[in-house]
């Protein structure tokens, strides 16, 4: 079997009974073909939160295994039944998520809830484009533009058909993120770093009402896609649904490109990148605007998209500093963390950019 890129060693500290859930997978698995022997189990070093595991069965069968840190019973972030549903439910109607094997809330197991699922073969782009798939100016376009479907695709979708009704709270979404993440960054706040007063304030005076409540990923950055092996332009797969809930789909669409960093990007900016949206071809965050606003039918202005573009850099500060605050209070001692700092400053700069008055 080849290797599976982002696939390390498993961190001690993230060890678990391999042999008891590998038994417990044989019993309760709807197919427990091939899954008659221990696996090899590695671990993908992405992600923040929830634990990511490629259990790999001699009989060449693969599996993905999802847990909460530290053997914690699932409840709120670290909620391994709500993933497991929600990739359940949309399994026959979004045919991008991989599909669910079982969930076990058993903690004599492992400590905890986690549940298994079949690996989406294909490639993941991280932080640089892989060197060895090579990508047109050309391709990277049409991939921009199928990234685009697959998202308009995804808020298309009936959440009350396909059972998923009850995983919202209705109306004033839009309201709740506003509330939510300005006392977050209140409560995560350090003096060395800008207070977001006026940011908040004008969120708050200019915040629309929801256009829609649908599903909504929550998290849709480039590096949460599969792409086809076959052709790097196509969308097979969707991944790390710990966030998915019912929202307002261009709130989803705001957090997604305050992630997309483009290559006429100021240096400073360049600095943020997590995702190759700069690569030749890829389109600009304005052309993903228009792009998904035609295909959703949404009337969409610059100024109208000013909140929705706002709101997700300040969303992203807030993460950078919800980090950062563990490192000024001397909580962690990883020096990675102090560059959080500085990256919430630039986020600062660039939202004090969008509402001058004389912003595009």
């Not at 008891?20 to 997978?25: C, G, P, S």
């Not at 914690?72 to 990739?87: C, L, P, S, V, Y």
């Not at 308009?152 to 058909?161: K, M, T």
């Not at 770093?193 to 005076?205: R, S």
């Amino acid at each position: 079997m080849s290797a599976v890129p982002g696939a390390r060693e498993v961190r001690e500290e993230d060890a678990f009974d391999v042999s008891a859930a590998a038994a417990w997978l044989r019993a309760n698995a709807e197919d427990p073909t091939g899954l008659e022997e221990d696996p090899e189990v590695r671990q993908f070093s992405g992600g923040a939160s929830n634990l990511t595991y490629l259990l790999r069965y001699p009989s060449g069968r693969d599996l993905i295994l999802r847990r909460a840190p530290g053997g914690t019973k699932a409840k709120g972030a670290h909620d391994m039944r709500r993933e497991f549903e929600i990739q359940s439910a949309l399994a026959p109607v979004f045919p991008y998520v991989a599909p669910m094997v079982a969930f076990c809330d058993d903690p004599s197991v492992l400590g905890g809830d986690f549940y298994a699922m079949g690996r989406i073969d294909g490639v993941i782009p991280r932080s640089t484009w892989p060197a060895d798939v090579p990508l047109s100016p050309g391709q990277a376009r049409q991939l921009c533009l199928n990234v685009v479907e697959v998202y308009a695709e995804l808020h298309s979708v009936d959440a009350e058909a396909a059972g998923l009704g009850h995983f919202g709270r209705g109306p004033g979404y839009v309201r709740r993120q506003v509330e939510g993440w300005s006392t977050r960054y209140r409560n995560a706040y350090t003096p060395d770093n800008p207070d977001f007063v006026e940011v908040m304030a004008w969120l708050d005076a200019h915040q629309p009402d929801d256009v829609a409540t649908c599903v909504i990923h929550n998290d849709f950055k480039i590096d949460n896609l599969v792409l086809s092996p076959d052709d790097p332009t196509q969308v097979v797969g969707v991944l790390d649904w710990e966030m998915a809930t019912l929202g307002d789909p261009l709130m989803d669409v705001g957090g997604a490109l305050a992630f997309w960093v483009q290559a006429d990007d100021s240096d400073e900016l360049q600095l943020t990148k997590r995702v190759p949206t700069d690569l030749p071809g890829m389109i600009t965050r304005e052309e993903f605007v228009q792009a998904y606003c035609e295909r959703m039918g949404f009337d969409m202005t610059p100024e109208r998209w000013r909140f929705y573009e706002v709101f997700g850099l300040f969303r992203n500060a807030v993460i950078a500093q919800q980090i950062y605050y563990r490192y000024f209070h001397g909580q962690t001692t990883n020096e990675m963390f102090a560059l959080f700092g500085p990256g919430v400053q630039i986020l600062d700069r660039r939202i004090a950019e969008l509402l001058k008055p004389d912003a595009p």
